[in-house]
């Protein structure tokens, strides 16, 4: 039997008007009622029934572009999307080319995974493009299992996941990181500090390994002190640098595992009055490299033409695993280049 609104409102104690706020994430529902209604709602398996708010016979046409954050809230404006904007227009360019719709969705608790299965379930979209997802998160894993159409972006390297339904669409982190680190060596750097990403998503483990393969390949000693935990956050970039303080961590240059977290470190050592050092990150947010942070251009522009092309168009080689290769971003020049190159050109 089919679970309705209704009785979820029944067994949770609410209205039927409170199971939708709560499904909608509107923030007038109190925390206690939420997590009941939740609650309820996973127990009952309850899938919102979206049909009526969809755009008739325009269901099959809308390819869903997912972010999932779980840094993300909605009561205030958050960095922590900034690095997904170029993707997210690469995306509804292609999709507009091929006169499809887009649906967008930040995923970052559990009323919104709601969200997102009722969208699948009740055919308002006809496949999605995941991005931001954790490695062998239970959610993700539920989707690679069932029959629903999904390119999953920077998310593995395991084969296996691949099927007719599943396309694995993955930026060659290990190698730009590899370059990033031995620019530093080349200048003259002996003790490179790393500051990770949050490491359940998968990103942040390959540029881990693409920076330890640069230390061991040049000699260099690979030290664990020099590779400080960070989540992607500004702030973990600036925790990272107090801490090395705190335990008289010496390093000659940084590596932050992207943008943001490299602006937190070079912001730790200005305020606390710490000679000025070579600072990479990755992802060439616009404003680093005025700042002094050269980066790597992942060219996302790449990827969501090939996530499209997997979900709706000819998916040629959707059986295998599809790498883009990011540009370092050193110079002013290279800098403007990847703000105003060709989407078609190759990266």
């Known amino acids: 039997m089919k679970i309705n609104s209704t009785e979820v409102a029944k067994k949770a104690g609410v209205s039927r008007s409170t199971v939708s706020r709560v499904i909608n994430n509107n923030p007038s529902v109190v925390e206690s009622t939420r997590n009941k209604v939740l609650k309820v709602i996973q127990e009952l398996n309850y899938t919102p029934n979206t049909n009526a708010q969809s755009l008739a016979g325009k269901k099959s046409s809308v390819i869903g572009l997912f972010i999932f954050e779980d840094t993300y809230s909605p009561s205030y404006n958050s960095s922590c999307l900034e690095f997904f904007m170029n993707f997210v227009s690469s995306v509804g360019e292609e999709v507009f080319r091929h006169k499809h719709q887009l649906l967008i969705d930040v995923i970052y608790n559990q009323a919104s995974q709601v969200r997102l299965r009722s969208l ?37 390297d395991d084969k296996s996941i691949i099927n007719e339904y599943i396309s694995l669409v993955n930026t060659d982190d290990i190698s730009a990181a590899e370059e990033i680190t031995n620019e530093l060596i080349n200048v003259g750097s002996k003790h490179i500090l790393h500051i990770t990403g949050n490491t359940k998503k998968f990103t942040a483990n390959q540029r881990i390994k693409g920076y330890k393969k640069a230390i061991k390949n040049s ?10 935990k960070g989540d992607f956050t500004e702030e973990s ?56 942070i050269m980066s790597a251009d992942p060219c996302l522009e790449q990827s969501a033409i090939k996530a499209v092309d997997n979900l709706i168009g000819s998916g040629a080689e959707k059986n295998k695993i599809h790498y883009t290769k990011a540009r370092l971003v050193k110079s002013m020049n290279d800098y403007l280049k990847c703000f105003s190159c060709s989407r078609n050109s190759n990266p």
């Open 120 to 156: 699948f379930q009740n055919g308002n979209i006809s496949s999605g493009i995941f991005i931001g997802a954790a490695m062998h998160d239970e959610f993700i894993q539920e989707f690679i299992k069932s029959n629903n159409k999904v390119a999953l972006i920077d998310y593995s």
């Open 237 to 292: 970039g600036y925790t990272a640098i107090i801490k090395c303080l705190e335990r008289r961590i010496y390093f000659d240059s940084i590596f932050a595992a992207n943008d943001l977290m490299a602006r937190g470190a070079q912001l730790a050592m200005s305020d606390n009055s710490m000679p000025e050092v070579p600072i990479w990150g990755y992802d060439n947010l616009q404003g680093s490299l005025p700042l002094g």
């Open 219 to 228: 000699n260099l000693t690979l030290s664990p002190d020099l590779i400080v």
